[in-house]
């Protein structure tokens, strides 16, 4: 046990911080730190404490939404599952991944795919997927879509629905059933199957929209 001690040296007196312990059954000092004269000692807890240096400016990212798409993305195998059906070789970013990105992009701040990098540089995502920017780009995305048939896709979602299935313990006795649809930036000039001009629901009438039916 610590105890503070105190030894003079001519008309002073000297303190200091002593850890005894027996050694071979006598007490014996094993630790000793100098504290000084008691000037000294008060001098030290008058000094102001040092603070680190104060930050000229903070930034702040939003993680808590990011990390919990991230999760369940992980936990159902989204990318693996998509990666399987793609049959892309290991080169770059996977099929998965992109898919993962744009997912993740569209349920937290929609962008279009040649904006999606910008945004991407601005969350937490390339610390945890180290990903670099430069390969998250309109072109990449498009040119990796290629490796997606209508075939393949349905295979993914059929795969997917089975974990999710199987994962959470979902009944299939009761469903709900909902529409939406969401706005899209292809140009107007381009020929879709899906995309087509309507009435949205976050008024953008000016661009080609996508109807989503959602059943739980």
């Not at 503070?4 to 094993?30: A, F, H, T």
């Not at 770059?92 to 349920?107: E, K, M, P």
């Not at 649809?181 to 199957?193: G, K, L, Q």
Request: with cysteine; net charge positive.
């Amino acid at each position: 046990m610590a105890s503070i001690i105190k030894r003079k040296k001519g008309n002073n007196y000297y303190y200091y911080v002593v850890e005894c312990q027996r050694v071979n059954g006598k007490p014996r000092i094993v630790k000793q730190i100098y504290l000084g004269t008691i000037k000294r000692i008060l001098e030290k807890f008058e000094q102001p404490l040092a603070r680190p240096d104060i930050p000229e400016e903070v930034d702040h990212k939003d993680f808590g939404s990011l990390a919990a798409l991230l999760s369940i993305a992980e936990k159902i195998g989204l990318v693996e599952i998509i990666d399987q059906h793609s049959k892309k070789r290991k080169q770059g970013i996977s099929v998965g991944s992109y898919l993962l990105l744009g997912t993740v992009n569209r349920a937290i701040s929609p962008q279009s795919k040649s904006g999606i990098a910008a945004w991407y540089e601005e969350t937490i995502l390339p610390r945890i997927l180290k990903i670099p920017p430069s390969l998250i780009d309109g072109k990449n995305f498009w040119d990796n879509m290629e490796y997606l048939s209508q075939e393949k896709i349905e295979a993914i979602e059929l795969d997917i629905s089975r974990v999710l299935i199987d994962k959470f313990h979902l009944h299939l006795e009761c469903l709900f059933y909902d529409t939406t649809n969401f706005f899209t930036f292809i140009d107007s000039a381009t020929e879709s199957i899906l995309a087509k001009r309507g009435h949205n629901k976050a008024h953008r009438g000016d661009l080609k929209q996508v109807n989503l039916v959602l059943l739980v």
